[in-house]
Every structure is written in structure tokens, then in C-alpha cells.
């Protein structure tokens, strides 16, 4: 019976056609599972030709045995060798070009560029600030609050407009240095209309009448005459200036209409109420300085920037076409004089 059965096993094996015994798989290379990669009537196979040779096996982006890139730019290509960039950033240039960036957008106008504060002064300017803020906490705010309290609206008002017409002569004087004589003429006549028609400046006709209020002083003179950037200077009870509004404040000094009161005690009070004045208009900007990370250095650039722009705002609506109309026409300006400041550090 066993001898049967070996010789029916043999004619089995005997019959088994090449292609069953293509299809059984084979042990090559100490163990590992290959196939044979023939193609059949049922379709392509699954494996690799017999005759490709292993540098057309690797895949598509991998470098040569040497380890330098191929030369094709197609996707998933190598570049030269001198190309610095990753395979990722060629395939991403292969498909959206070289100059293609998914985050700037080239439509759009180059972002704008703030003039930086030349400070040198930092430490010593720190102390000053400290010093001006806690003469502000303790007497200047507490002055003001009272003066707001006890002094209704109307009146304070108009001891703003008074204050504010004093300063026009000044600004006339400044406008004519500055080459502006159509806003000079404009200054003075605002001047004359509220001194008279306005009873000495405690009401404002002249805003009624167009008239534009417009401020100079002769540290924005400086400015537009070459003296373009100052180091920045924090001044025990005058606040933030430039070394250049420093000179301003003392050429302006002389012209001022409250100087020119021989009363001493007048002419103090009358200080001490335009200072008091100009602080109740800063209250706007008090709650600026409770969330500030640093306090210093938003006070000094704030005022760095608006100051740049009181010297070059006028040139900037004139000459850039680019404006829209409400930056490009003559806007009034309600700034007050610069020749009195308040003990503030964002004064001014």
C-alpha cells in the first residue's frame, strides 16, 4: 500500500504545470519572500522585472549612490547640487513656480514703515518719567478732577477757547517761517475774530466761520527747515520733547501773550490754569496708561509719532496722491500750543 502511494505522488508532482509553479513562492536572500514579476493574461504583475536594475527601483526623489540630486526639476525630481533647497520646497516650486509665496501677496503696498525713536537718553529719561508721573498722580490729577467737579462745562470750555486764540499769533508767526503764508493770514485773522467777536476768545466764531485752527510752533519750524530727527529728551514737569523742541520751546517762549502780563501773580495764575486746563484734556488717554506693559515706551513713541506728523503731516496730504480726500484737504487742528505743557508724560 505505501509503495502505491509514493507512486501516486510522484505522477502528481510529475504533472504540476510551470505555470503552478511559478505562482509557489521561493526563499532568496537568507530567507526573505519574493515573486516572480511575470506578466500574465489576467493583467500587469505585481512585482519587479527581473531585469531592472536597482537604480530604477528607488523611488522618485531620492538621491544617487554618490548622494547628490538628479538633474530633472519635474516633481519629485532632484535638482543640481548647488540647489540649496529641501526636496519639498522644489516640488513646491515645481508646481506653483519659484516666485510663488502662499503668504505675501504681491498685490498688496509695502507695509508702512514708522520712523524709529532715537532715545540714547533711555535711563536718565526713565527717572524723569517716574518723577513727572508721580507729581501728576498726586497733585496735577487730583487739581484737575477738582477743577472739572467745581466748574461747569461751559466755562471750561471757555477757558479752553481763550487759551487756545493766545496761541494763534504764534502759529502765525511759525506758519510764515515755515513758507506758509496763506496759513499765517489764516491764524491771524482767527485770532482777530475771536479777541473781538468772540470777547476775547471766550467763544469761537472763527470755527463757525471756517476759518481753520490750525497750531505751529517753532520746534515744528526747526523741523521743516533741515532739523529732521532729535534725540528724545523727557523734561521735569514739561514732559516729552526732542532736543530740537527744547530750542522750539525756548524761541517760542518770548511770544508768548501770557509772558507778556507784567502781574506776576496774574501771569502765574494764568499758568497754573492752562496747565490745569490742559490736563483735564488728557483725561482721554488715562486709561491708555493702565493696561501699558510699559509705560515709558508708549508715551515716548506715541508722542515721537504724533509729533512727526505735526511736522510732516502737511507735506504728506500735499504730495501723496494716494491719500483719500479727508487726509488730503486741509484739516483744523486743535492741538494746543506746545509752549506750556502739562506734568504728564504723554503731554504735549
Known amino acids: 500500500m505505501s509503495l502505491l502511494l509514493c507512486a501516486l505522488l ?22 526573505a519572500l519574493a515573486a516572480d514579476a511575470d506578466v500574465d493574461a489576467r493583467g500587469p504583475a505585481t512585482g519587479l522585472d527581473a531585469t531592472s536594475s536597482a ?8 538621491a544617487d549612490a554618490e548622494g547628490w540630486p538628479a538633474e530633472s526639476q519635474a516633481v519629485g525630481d532632484e535638482a543640481p547640487s548647488d540647489d540649496p533647497r529641501t526636496q519639498a520646497e522644489r516640488d513646491f516650486a515645481a508646481i506653483y513656480g519659484a516666485t510663488y509665496d502662499p503668504v505675501a501677496d504681491p498685490t498688496l503696498p509695502q507695509a508702512a514703515v514708522l520712523p524709529s ?53 504764534v502759529s502765525a508767526i511759525n506758519a510764515l517761517l515755515q513758507g506758509k503764508p496763506v496759513q499765517a493770514s489764516a491764524s ?15 467763544f469761537d466764531p472763527a470755527t463757525r466761520m471756517n476759518i481753520p485752527n490750525r497750531s505751529e510752533d517753532f520746534g515744528q519750524t526747526l523741523g521743516v527747515w533741515g532739523w529732521e530727527t532729535s534725540r528724545y529728551v523727557e523734561l521735569p514737569l514739561f514732559g516729552p520733547r526732542t532736543v530740537r523742541d527744547v530750542f522750539g520751546l525756548v524761541g517760542d517762549a518770548p511770544l508768548s501773550p501770557v509772558q507778556q502780563v507784567d502781574n506776576a501773580e496774574a501771569r502765574f495764575f494764568l499758568q497754573g490754569l492752562q496747565l490745569v486746563d490742559l490736563r483735564t484734556q488728557l483725561f482721554a488717554i488715562d486709561s491708555m496708561r ?57 503731554g504735549g
Not at 10 to 31: E, H, N, S, Y
Not at 55 to 62: H, Y
Request: hydrophobic residues 40%; proline residues 8%.
Open 55 to 62: 537604480e530604477d527601483a528607488a523611488p522618485a526623489g531620492v
Open 290 to 346: 493702565e493696561g501699558a506693559t510699559d509705560e515709558y515706551a508708549l508715551f515716548r513713541d506715541s508722542w515721537m509719532q504724533r509729533r512727526q506728523y505735526q511736522i510732516f503731516g502737511d507735506r504728506m496730504r500735499e504730495g501723496d496722491e494716494s491719500l483719500p480726500d479727508y487726509l488730503r484737504e486741509d484739516q483744523s487742528d486743535t492741538t494746543v500750543p506746545v509752549d506750556v505743557m502739562p506734568i504728564v508724560p504723554g
Open 188 to 202: 491771524l485773522a482767527r485770532f482777530l475774530v475771536n479777541a473781538t467777536v468772540g470777547v476775547a476768545g471766550v
Open 10 to 31: 510522484l505522477a502528481g508532482c510529475a504533472g504540476q504545470t510551470p505555470r503552478d509553479a511559478a505562482t509557489q513562492p521561493a526563499l532568496v536572500d537568507g530567507g
Open 117 to 169: 525713536t532715537y532715545d540714547p537718553w533711555e535711563p536718565l529719561n526713565r527717572r524723569v518719567h517716574a518723577f513727572n508721573n508721580a507729581i501728576d498722580r498726586r497733585i496735577a490729577t487730583p487739581l484737575a478732577r477738582a477743577y472739572v467737579a467745581a466748574v461747569p462745562r461751559p466755562v471750561r470750555l471757555g477757558v479752553s477757547n481763550f487759551f487756545n486764540n493766545l496761541g494763534q499769533p
